[in-house]
């Protein structure tokens, strides 16, 4: 019988292939942000000049709009850190505070977690939303202090607090007159939709120095997944086609969401895997399964494979045999074609003709379950490469083979 405590020390002492985990958190802000630190940043240190420059000359306030996984809450958590250690080294006090209004909906709760985070004691006793906002305020001029705010998915407190809610933010310093303006806000939404219910007034004040974040494509994702990649694993822990794939697969030019997030996060979980596999590289097979579990698309593409024709099985059963007798990821679509005719054989079916076999490839591209590149150094002329997105390729293979004799029956 094994001891459970051998099982457990040895899991302990088996290697990962982790350098630092946490450099592929969510929460983590790295030093670097490729591609949003020429335009991005770049904006918010223009915008927000006036802070360190002429502190307490006006309030600021920046619109920050962009898809999920874009790098908006990164940057701005980078911009925090390093605008205040900046001011400090020429004599301005400014605090950074970040606050989520998924979490906080209401201008009671959010003044409440504002106050908490720019270290601001909260009185015991009950105070509405507004003596919050004013003991904020007084406090701030007695102790001579600046304030930037970053109010994240400002979406839902929209959503919730409407007109009145965001007005008594947007415009904090009518509402209370003081001399020095001592806050400044960053609101960060998903998109401009969310800001359809504000009326026109209230939605001047907080579109302002609007900064947009694209989507990434899949040069600028496979620059972040390979930066961050190094920062996490060990030497040589994942291959370089690993973070490849993810960034083809989500790069906004090849289809995908464009979300830095998915990838980061798929990245870990195929992490994950190796450890729980005890190998100790992060292959590109696994992180096919880890895109699987992590990418919600992925359940949609599964559903796909169920609703394809007869033909388009088995096309895609020819792509996994190919695949599976080469060794390769990718193969040429001419002998995708030919393994496809052998395959008609098999199953005693007419061959398609090579333009509809192009037509399936488009379509099964389309859908998300293949991906396509042309051929580059040491193939002869141009041509067109096919892999899968889905692993593992066995129990896909079984999947399809099990639909295949079903409808054969049929």
């Not at 002429?54 to 908006?72: A, E, Y």
């Not at 979980?269 to 895109?291: P, Q, S, Y």
Request: charged fraction near 25%; charge should be neutral; include cysteine.
């Amino acid at each position: 019988m094994v001891n459970p405590r051998d099982i457990i020390e040895g899991s302990l002492d088996y290697p990962s292939v982790f350098k630092n985990r946490e450099k592929l958190s969510l929460d983590y802000v790295p030093d670097r942000l490729p591609h949003r630190e020429d335009k991005q940043l770049k904006q918010l240190a223009t915008i927000f000049s006036p802070v360190i420059k002429s502190p307490g000359s006006i309030s600021i306030r920046s619109l920050i709009v962009g898809r999920m996984g874009t790098g908006k809450t990164a940057t701005t958590k980078l911009f925090g850190r390093e605008i205040t250690s900046i001011a400090s080294s020429r004599g301005v006090r400014l605090n950074f505070s970040y606050v989520n209004c998924h979490k906080h909906r209401t201008i009671y709760t959010l003044a409440l977690e504002m106050s908490k985070e720019l270290g601001m004691p909260v009185p015991s006793r009950g105070l509405s939303a507004g003596e919050i906002l004013v003991s904020l305020i007084d406090y701030y001029d007695k102790k001579n202090l600046q304030a930037l705010v970053v109010l994240d998915e400002f979406d839902y407190f929209v959503s919730i607090s409407g007109d009145e809610g965001v007005y008594y933010i947007a415009r904090l310093y009518e509402n209370f007159q003081t001399k020095m303006k001592r806050f400044h806000f960053i609101f960060i939404i998903r998109d401009w939709a969310s800001l359809g219910n504000l009326s026109r007034a209230v939605k001047d004040y907080v579109v302002q120095n609007v900064i947009v974040f694209e989507p990434y494509n899949s040069a600028q994702l496979y620059d972040i997944g390979k930066y961050r990649s190094e920062e996490a694993f060990n030497s040589s822990a994942i291959d370089d086609e690993a973070i490849k794939f993810l960034a083809d697969f989500h790069g906004s030019d090849k289809g995908g969401s464009g979300s830095a997030r998915i990838l980061l996060e798929s990245l870990e979980v195929a992490g994950e895997l190796a450890d729980k596999e005890r190998v100790n590289k992060v292959t590109l097979d696994l992180v096919k399964k880890a895109n699987s579990i992590v990418n919600p698309e992925m359940a949609q593409i599964e559903d796909s494979i169920n609703n394809l024709e007869f033909h388009q099985l088995l096309l895609l059963l020819s792509l996994i045999r190919l695949i599976k007798r080469k060794g390769e990821d990718n193969v040429m679509i001419g002998d995708l074609e030919e393994e496809y005719v052998r395959l008609c054989s098999d199953y005693k079916q007419e061959p398609r003709k090579h333009t509809q076999i192009y037509e399936y490839v488009r379509y099964l591209k389309t859908l998300g379950i293949i991906n396509t590149k042309l051929t580059g150094k040491g193939y002869r002329g141009r041509s067109s490469l096919i892999g899968l997105n889905i692993s593992p390729i066995t129990e896909l293979e079984n999947k399809i083979l099990r639909m295949i004799e079903v409808r054969s029956i049929g």
